[in-house]
Nanobody, 118 residues
C-alpha cells in the first residue's frame, strides 16, 4: 500500500483547506485510515479516523465540528476537509493506513504542510 498526501498550503485563520490521501496498491486490505499531525516541537497527534469498509468516523476533540474525514470509493482517496482553521492547526499532516488484523498503522504518507496565519 502506498499513500500520497497532498493539499496542504498557507491559509489565513478562519479559512479552509482540503487534504487528500490517495491510496494505491493492495487497497482491499486497508481496514482504517487516519490523519495525524505534528507541529514543530510537539509530538505527533491523532486528528481523524475513518474505517475503510463502513465509513465510520471519529475525531480528536480539538478538531471536532471543524474537520470532516471522508472517502471517495472510486478514487481510493480519503479527504480531510478543514474549516474554521486556527493558527494552532499549523502542522505537517500525515495519513496512515492500518491493515485488517493489525493493531498499529502499517503505512504512512509523506506528510503535507498546513500553515495557518493569524
Amino acid at each position: 500500500v502506498q499513500l500520497q498526501a497532498s493539499g496542504g498550503g498557507l491559509v489565513q485563520a478562519g479559512g479552509s483547506l482540503r487534504l487528500s490521501c490517495a491510496a494505491s496498491g493492495r487497497t482491499f486490505s486497508i481496514y482504517t485510515l487516519e490523519w495525524f499531525r505534528q507541529a514543530p516541537g510537539k509530538e505527533r497527534e491523532f486528528v481523524a479516523h475513518i474505517t475503510w469498509g463502513d465509513l465510520s468516523t471519529y475525531y480528536a476533540d480539538s478538531v471536532k465540528g471543524r474537520f470532516t474525514i471522508s472517502r471517495d470509493n472510486a478514487k481510493n482517496t480519503v479527504y480531510l476537509q478543514m474549516i474554521s482553521l486556527k493558527p494552532e492547526d499549523t502542522a505537517v499532516y500525515y495519513c496512515a493506513a492500518r491493515l485488517e488484523g493489525y493493531s498499529v498503522n502499517n503505512y504512512w504518507g509523506q506528510g503535507t504542510q498546513v500553515t495557518v496565519s493569524s
